[in-house]
T-cell receptor, first 112, second 115 residues
């Protein structure tokens, strides 16, 4: 069985501050992990993914995430928040690619 | 490449009516997926197709739901005898089968409101 837990349904940061969105996963087999972003009334856009290899992965818009197997975590970070980062962020896990399991999402607010 | 298109963007229907949504995937993608997203939740898997074959269905897909992809291109999702609990965003996504572990391309969704 696979699942994802996103700690903190709402996160607020000041513009220019560090963004940290937390994701912990559960998987009985090596996972493939993803972060997606969703803007209001839109579909999901892939930010970054971990498949194999380097555990620190870089994505679009300055985001990165680190796969930590010992902590079963895949937290999303960005050094400096921008107003345009305000959105809903979803962490997801799969092991076959046939079905993704998404977390409940974290809503990011950026305060000017 | 125009991405994944979904139609309509919004649908309001009365309880008990039937509704049908359409999804046009990226043209070269042989995999097509349907997900449902209720308010405040992440997307939940409903079903997926490879070409015209429906390979997996979630238990969420009750008998009132049916999906087709008759020619391996566009897909339709029909909900019969809609209930208020069907109110949600219905998301379609596509990928190449061999690239499925690289993530999908999602459409903008169809928001269904059952009144």
């Amino acid at each position: 069985a696979q699942s994802v837990t996103q700690l903190g349904s709402h996160v607020s940061v000041s513009e220019g501050a560090l963004v940290l969105l937390r994701c912990n996963y559960s998987s009985s087999v090596p996972p493939y992990l993803f972060w997606y972003v969703q803007y209001p009334n839109q579909g999901l856009q892939l930010l970054l993914k971990y498949t194999t290899g380097a555990t620190l992965v870089k994505g679009i818009n300055g985001f990165e995430a680190e796969f930590k197997k010992s902590e079963t975590s895949f937290h999303l970070t960005k050094p400096s928040a921008h107003m345009s980062d305000a959105a809903e962020y979803f962490c997801a896990v799969t092991n076959t690619g046939n079905q993704f399991y998404f977390g409940t999402g974290t809503s990011l607010t950026v305060i000017p | 490449d125009t991405g994944v298109s979904q139609d309509p963007r919004h649908k309001i229907t009365k309880r008990g009516q039937n509704v049908t949504f359409r999804c046009d995937p990226i043209s070269e993608h042989n995999r097509l997926y349907w997900y449902r997203q209720t308010l405040g939740q992440g997307p939940e898997f409903l079903t997926y197709f490879q070409n015209e074959a429906q390979l997996e269905k979630s238990r969420l897909l009750s008998d009132r739901f049916s999906a087709e992809r008759p020619k391996g291109s566009f897909s339709t999702l029909e909900i019969q005898r809609t209930e208020q609990g069907d109110s949600a965003m219905y998301l379609c996504a596509s990928s190449l089968a061999q690239d499925r572990l690289r993530g999908y391309t999602f459409g903008s969704g169809t928001r269904l409101t059952v009144v």
